[in-house]
T-cell receptor
Framework: QQQVKQSPQSLIVQKGGISIINCAYE??????FPWYQQFPGKGPALLIA?????SEKKEGRFTISFNKSAKQFSLHIMDSQPGDSATYFC????????????FGKGTMLLVSP | ETGVTQTPRHLVMGMTNKKSLKCEQH?????MYWYKQSAKKPLELMFV???????ENNSVPSRFSPECPNSSHLFLHLHTLQPEDSALYLC????????????FGPGTRLTVT
């Protein structure tokens, strides 16, 4: 049973455009929602994260929007650049005493010049 | 060396071989993790160690055997693997189990022939 569903699987955006990746979760006990960015040949790197007590968090060109009632959260990349081309993973974590993350399947983003 | 390092970066082994993957973190963290990353599947948590003690074994087959001699080093011993075990094996660390930020190494690309 996949607890975090991520879409789309792949995404092509023109330079300067907005990239939007969506995730939906099932377990209402999740209380931490990070996004990871992975370049080829590298491990995932934490990009930005949000907790359910806020509806939006912005860091530079990256914004997380969080809808607790819909159990959905999304990553928006404003003014997308070719250097943003990577695979993006959403994840969720339970406050069970463990820092275990449940990941989505990933979205491969290509920003065309 | 900084962050989380993993060796080797690539490994090809036969089904009857025995090999080990090594992970070292230079962040002063106390928790370490092994993940399996397969194409088009979410990252799968395999093992969790906290202060050298294994706290989670996510139903991983016994042909994978972890070892954590100290908080900075983590090994994954491999024996009698199957072709379906071919994947990217990622090591991660976090300050402790209650801190959600995990830092990943670059991974070991394993091919089982």
């Amino acid at each position: 049973q996949q607890q975090v569903k991520q879409s789309p699987q792949s995404l092509i955006v023109q330079k300067g455009g907005i990239s939007i990746i969506n995730c939906a979760y099932e377990n209402t006990a999740f209380d931490y929602f990070p996004w990871y960015q992975q370049f080829p040949g590298k491990g995932p790197a934490l990009l930005i994260a949000i907790r359910p007590d806020v509806s939006e968090k912005k860091e530079g060109r990256f914004t997380i929007s969080f809808n607790k009632s819909a159990k959905q959260f999304s990553l928006h990349i404003m003014d997308s650049q070719p250097g943003d081309s990577a695979t993006y993973f959403c994840a969720a974590s339970l406050n069970s005493g463990y820092s275990t993350l449940t990941f989505g399947k990933g979205t491969m983003l290509l920003v065309s010049p | 060396e900084t962050g989380v390092t993993q060796t080797p970066r690539h490994l090809v082994m036969g089904m009857t071989n025995k090999k080990s993957l090594k992970c070292e973190q230079h962040l002063g963290h106390n928790a370490m993790y092994w993940y399996k990353q397969s194409a088009k599947k979410p990252l799968e948590l395999m093992f969790v160690y906290n202060f050298k003690e294994q706290t989670e074994n996510n139903s991983v087959p016994s042909r994978f055997s972890p070892e954590c001699p100290n908080s900075s080093h983590l090994f994954l011993h491999l024996h009698t693997l199957q072709p379906e075990d071919s994947a990217l094996y990622l090591c991660a660390s976090s300050q402790d189990l209650r801190r959600y930020e995990q830092y990943f190494g670059p991974g070991t690309r394993l091919t089982v022939t």
